[in-house]
T-cell receptor, first 112, second 117 residues
Framework: GQQVMQIPQYQHVQEGEDFTTYCNSSTTLSNIQWYKQRPGGHPVFLIQLVKSGEVKKQKRLTFQFGEAKKNSSLHITATQTTDVGTYFCAGAGGTSYGKLTFGQGTILTVHP | GAVVSQHPSWVICKSGTSVKIECRSLDFQATTMFWYRQFPKQSLMLMATSNEGSKATYEQGVEKDKFLINHASLTLSTLTVTSAHPEDSSFYIC?????????????FGQGTRLTVV
């Protein structure tokens, strides 16, 4: 079945440093989505990438979807303490109901 | 944005009893709902997919007789953990995906923390 690998598992940064998490799918995806989960909370949708090579920005967050639609990255510029949490990528295959396969998540901690 | 309400947010039950968790889409019709399980510091593991008016599709290794899913309307899906045991203690999260608004995006409920004692 479809597998989505996400690295790193943990990332500790000083406030102001950049952060990147990467996802790789074993199969070509129809789209990839990114979610953020704060400690004790539920995942919150951040963005969806659909097109090959797509790049989207949300303030300090930059999301990329690979040309082959099998990998993706999330980059945060100049991290802030409010960025702490777990970032998940989730890939959707070609099924009609759009089941999402989640990566393992990257736990980000930001030291002030 | 779309709102998905999950209830209860936490529950403690005795071993051998059953627990029902509700997932409601409040402002859109959810043709498909998904039930996930999450262990501490781990990812979300899909348990099953439910489509309104039809039987749920369970992922490999998930016991359908233990985790009963009902999706009787476009706004409500329920997960019943039957004869719960301590190993069923976990964080259960539902998500809903509409056919119109937010197509493709999943909106998550707040999650239910189940503790079986």
């Amino acid at each position: 079945g479809q597998q989505v690998m996400q690295i790193p598992q943990y990332q500790h940064v000083q406030e102001g440093e950049d952060f990147t998490t990467y996802c790789n799918s074993s199969t070509t995806l129809s789209n990839i989505q990114w979610y953020k989960q704060r400690p004790g909370g539920h995942p919150v949708f951040l963005i969806q990438l659909v097109k090959s090579g797509e790049v989207k920005k949300q303030k300090r967050l930059t999301f990329q979807f690979g040309e082959a639609k099998k990998n993706s990255s999330l980059h945060i510029t100049a991290t802030q303490t409010t960025d702490v949490g777990t970032y998940f990528c989730a890939g959707a295959g070609g099924t009609s109901y759009g089941k999402l396969t989640f990566g393992q998540g990257t736990i980000l901690t930001v030291h002030p | 944005g779309a709102v998905v309400s999950q209830h209860p947010s936490w529950v403690i039950c005795k071993s051998g009893t059953s627990v029902k968790i509700e997932c409601r889409s409040l402002d859109f019709q959810a043709t498909t709902m998904f039930w996930y399980r999450q262990f501490p510091k781990q990812s979300l593991m899909l348990m099953a997919t439910s489509n309104e008016g039809s039987k749920a599709t369970y992922e490999q290794g998930v016991e359908k007789d233990k985790f009963l899913i009902n999706h009787a309307s476009l706004t409500l899906s329920t997960l019943t953990v039957t004869s719960a045991h301590p190993e069923d203690s976990s964080f259960y999260i539902c998500s809903a995906r509409g056919g119109g608004q937010g197509k493709g995006k999943a909106f998550f409920g707040q999650g239910t923390r189940l503790t079986v004692v």
